[in-house]
């Protein structure tokens, strides 16, 4: 071929084409032998966890979710699951997944938001911790995963608080302080599963039930204006408990305690999470989170005993059926308890999390 004069390109054709084969052969054996090492320098200077960690040591855990409107107006809950999503040193770089569900009020704005960056938070909170847990008594591992949950309901109630839909930074003040948006809210209830623990964060009235050996275990408690402690907690701070014809709410408005985002409130309506850290046993069966929505109809006794016969009927059957991956036993579980509340007739969204501890 003719080269072009001038050409870098053209250079490298002429001196390959009056070389002799051996030494083109040559020549492209030391590009290879380069590339090769460039690529493996690249790999080692990536942060590993320790060479004896086996990441297919742990299989993720199987579960099966479900979300409805129901008979709301527009849906204002949302779900999230992000497995294996960090590996950090206070867990021995062995993976934690993530379970949450968001309850909105007021509008979806704050739940959608939580979606979107609870998850990328704790990550961040978690990864931040320099501690081995072999390192830690039993009350100093638990304060550890509790200031890292407890940061991270803190700085994703700040992002709320600023949310604004405004299309520029003139209009921000405005858009800030719009009444519609200081009453937007949400509640959270985030599982954080491991192989040896479990550890919920909940703000709100969403609720997270352990199934342990045909059991009902809370992991959390709805945080309402009737509860003795929280309405001393929010009397003390000013504010005040008013009864109507739909039950207590925080100033006749909110009908829980604490939450994140509701700028309005914010004086006394808190977004610090209450806490359980919880060592997995063997007659762990399952978990269940929801929404109010669920849980307003259906009592956590009646959701395990649902959950269970559904983990019975899949055992008993020849399928052992598996969807999405997971046991088939987990998302019918989901949809009949999502058929029950809607059954008795709840009125608010319905969103539900059926986790697997046996697979």
Known sequence: ??????????????????????????????????????????????KLPPADINENSEPSPAYGSMSVVGRAREMEDEISVKMNFCRPKINGYRPVHFFAVFDGHGGHQVSALCKENMHVIVEQELMRVKLMAEGLTGGELEEVWRKAIN????RMDDMALTLCQCDGVEKFRVCRYHPQLSMVGSTAVVVLLTQEYIIVGNCGDSRAVLCRNGQAVPLSVDQKPDREDERARIEALGGRILFSGNGARVEGILAMTRAIGDRFLKQVVTSEPEYIFMKREAEDVSLILGSDGLWDVLSSELSCEVVHKCQQENLNSDLMAVHDGGPLYTTMAAAILVRFAMGRRSTDNISVIVVDLKG
């Open 1 to 46: 071929m003719m080269p072009v004069y001038g050409s870098q390109r053209s250079l490298i054709l002429m001196e390959e084409e009056l070389d002799s084969p051996n030494s083109c052969r040559e020549r492209r054996r030391r590009r290879i032998e380069m590339r090769r090492k460039l690529a493996s320098d690249h790999r080692n200077t990536k």
């Open 151 to 154: 940061r991270s309901f803190e």
